[in-house]
């Protein structure tokens, strides 16, 4: 019945998304939003469902249209995502964008299969797609998902094979493809293998984490060499680069020169891991949109909006924005508005250099 619902709405999308490349000249580089998901499950204090339900959709009118929703994890692990059901419950859905959960195990997966068969056939599915996820060595695995990578993919094929049953797209994560936390330098070959092992239990798509975000083009494009020259194609293949250096965007541009064209990143740089120690959010949404501005690579989202959602968010959270592009743009939304004012002030310059 679900998975009915969730294939019958493809051929629809599929066709809008073919007219558009037929008149769009630039190449489409599809975001992957992460930040309610990423960003939020880093953060200390406890976020209620409404913030993250209202966030998701800021982030939906700014235009993104595949936004990480949530976790069905174990709360005792990661308590931040606790409120995964009710966020699915309570945020506006779209039809035709996608909102995946990351799903650890089948206990998670039945958790939200149960929550999708309680819907109503009428109404936009909570969700159509899942990511799993696991990792290029087993410290980080074992840290992150209490076993091994082979017991980790031992685990994924059966909630995979059995979310593709139930019409679910299951999309594919592998932490830590350039450097661990625990057992420091990842071997390339090691990620080729594991994003392999992924395709071939039925992801649709993996994408690559530099978890700890030390990558830099040099490392990134040795990495992306590897798993290229091993067979993967780009078209199945996604950048998660955290920012931890400030190499996200130049690793993004890297990617794109190997053939990447989807990337995952994060609304004001919101996140972490909270098994990577020290590592910080996702490269910004923001940083993303301003560094393609221009360019061959047309991008979806407007980007003046969701540097709004960027400002909205860190202010809700009380935490420093960490987009830099978002930071610009809210400091040039400050000024027009105090221009704004001095013109309605009558012009007074003394009036704006006290408020400056
Ligand atoms: P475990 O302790 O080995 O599992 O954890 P268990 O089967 O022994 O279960 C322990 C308890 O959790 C039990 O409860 C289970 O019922 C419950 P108790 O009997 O003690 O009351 N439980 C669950 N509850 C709800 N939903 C579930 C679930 N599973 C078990 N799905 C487990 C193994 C995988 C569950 C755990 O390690 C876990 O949840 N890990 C998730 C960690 C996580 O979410 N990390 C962050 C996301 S990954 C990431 O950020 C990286 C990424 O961004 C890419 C990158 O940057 O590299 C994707
Ligand atoms: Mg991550």
Redesign the pocket.
């Known amino acids: 019945m679900l998975a009915r619902r969730l294939l019958q709405t493809r051929p629809a999308i599929a066709a809008i998304r073919s007219r558009a490349y037929a008149t769009d000249a630039r190449e489409r580089v599809r975001i992957v939003e992460?930040g309610p998901r990423?960003g939020l499950?880093n953060e200390s204090a406890v976020i209620p469902p409404a913030v993250k339900a209202e966030l998701i959709n800021r982030l939906t009118e700014a235009g993104l249209d595949i936004i990480e929703s949530g976790?069905?994890?174990?709360?005792?692990?990661?308590p931040q995502?606790a409120g995964t059901a009710e966020v699915l419950k309570t945020m506006q859905r779209r039809k035709g964008l996608h909102y995946p959960v990351?799903?650890?195990?089948l206990?998670?997966l039945e958790?939200l299969l149960d929550l999708l068969s309680e819907q109503p056939a009428s109404e936009v599915p909570y969700t159509d797609e899942i990511?799993v996820?696991t990792a290029a060595t087993d410290a980080f695995s074992k840290a992150?998902?209490?076993?091994t990578v082979a017991e980790s993919l031992q685990r994924l094929e059966a909630v995979t094979k059995r979310a593709t049953k139930e019409g679910l797209r299951v999309r594919g994560?592998v932490?830590?493809v350039i450097d661990c936390p625990y057992s420091g330098k990842v071997d390339p070959v090691k990620v080729k293998e594991v994003t392999q092992a992924l395709l071939d239990m039925g992801c649709y798509e993996v994408?690559l984490?530099?978890?700890v975000g030390t990558g830099n083009p040099t490392t990134v494009g040795k990495m992306l060499r590897t798993v290229l020259d091993g067979g993967i194609p780009a078209s199945v293949l996604a950048g998660?680069y955290?920012d931890t250096y400030g190499m996200g965007v130049s690793n993004i541009l890297t990617s794109l020169e190997h053939g990447i064209r989807t990337f995952d990143s994060s609304v004001g740089g919101l996140g972490g891991?909270?098994?990577?120690p020290g590592a910080t959010g996702n490269v910004a949404t923001e940083d993303v949109l301003y560094a393609l501005r221009g360019s061959r690579y047309a991008t979806p989202g407007d980007l003046n909006a969701i540097a709004e959602v960027g400002t909205w968010i860190s202010k809700a959270l009380n935490r420093t924005n960490s987009s830099r592009v978002g930071k610009a743009l809210e400091a040039r939304r400050a000024r027009e508005q105090l221009e704004r004012e001095r013109e309605r002030d009558g012009g007074s310059a003394e009036n704006i250099s006290a408020k400056l």
Do not use: E, R
């Open positions: 992460v990423d499950q976790s069905f994890v174990s709360p005792k692990w990661v995502m990351l799903v650890p195990n206990k998670g958790i990511a996820f992150n998902t209490n076993c994560y932490s830590v994408s984490g530099d978890t998660h955290h891991c909270p098994y990577s």
